[in-house]
């Protein structure tokens, strides 16, 4: 395969919650727990969630609020009158701002190593509407060549239109293009769906079972495809 384009998914790829903020959203309720803490379950939750029947029967928006009601349980928060308050605020913060905003710091460098190779970047991602507009906040729109929103196009991954609107966007070919996200049921099903290579994101080998490429880092992407 000759690659040409990379589509990439932006959560918990290129950006990951901050758990910093949700804890202190926490606090503030009276809810106390360590980002640390929250930050340590959230792949397990991740995990859990990538199931197809939910995929098939729940938009990402739902997803979303099942998601933070397991990482809370798997971080030991309790249902409560104060958790719920603090979620309500911090949906509402999302739904301004992005909660996904905390960049790694390979990242940056992982993406230049990419565009030195002179592979297209695009973003494919089920996010809100507030993606294009977060990229520009925290740095990553100069690194990228378009960014996918499902809310700004109206279709949600794993529907393969997604893709098929990113290819048209870059006049790119399925042929030449890869795909690499973090959910199997959503990122590669998808992809594979518009007749794109898939590779997953699995720094924790948690999908050592799936029938699908495997990559532990943006560092070993690189590596994966100058070999």
């Known amino acids: 395969m000759h690659l040409k384009t990379l589509f990439l998914d932006a959560g ?3 950006v990951f919650p901050n758990w910093t903020r949700v804890s202190g959203v ?3 309720h009276g809810v106390k727990v360590d980002p640390a803490t929250l930050a340590a379950g959230e792949p397990h939750v991740r995990k859990q969630i990538d199931e197809p029947a ?4 729940a938009p990402d928006e ?17 249902p409560s009158r104060e958790r719920d308050a603090a979620l309500d605020e911090l949906r509402a913060y999302h739904a301004r701002h992005n909660l996904w905003e905390v960049v790694p710091p ?18 494919v991602s089920n996010a809100n509407g507030t993606l294009c507009a977060k990229f520009e906040r925290v740095g990553l729109a100069r690194c990228v060549d378009c ?5 700004d196009v109206g279709i949600e991954k794993p529907d393969a239109r ?4 990113a290819l048209e966007r870059l006049g790119a070919r399925r042929a030449s293009t890869l795909h690499v996200g973090d959910i199997y049921h959503v990122d590669v099903v998808g992809a594979r769906a518009a007749g794109i290579r898939a590779m997953l994101l699995d720094p924790l080998d948690l999908y050592t079972d799936y029938p699908c490429e495997r990559v532990g880092s943006l560092d070993e992407l690189v590596t994966r495809v100058t070999a």
């Open 12 to 14: 918990a790829v290129l």
């Open 26 to 28: 926490l606090a503030e």
């Open 106 to 123: 390979d990242v940056v460098p992982a993406l230049e190593r990419l565009r030195r190779l002179g592979l297209q970047l695009a973003v």
């Open 147 to 151: 960014v996918i929103d499902s809310a």
């Open 162 to 165: 997604i893709f098929e609107c």
């Open 54 to 57: 939910l995929i098939r029967s």
């Open 62 to 78: 739902k997803r979303g609020r099942q998601y933070f009601d397991l990482v809370f349980d798997a971080a030991g928060v309790p």
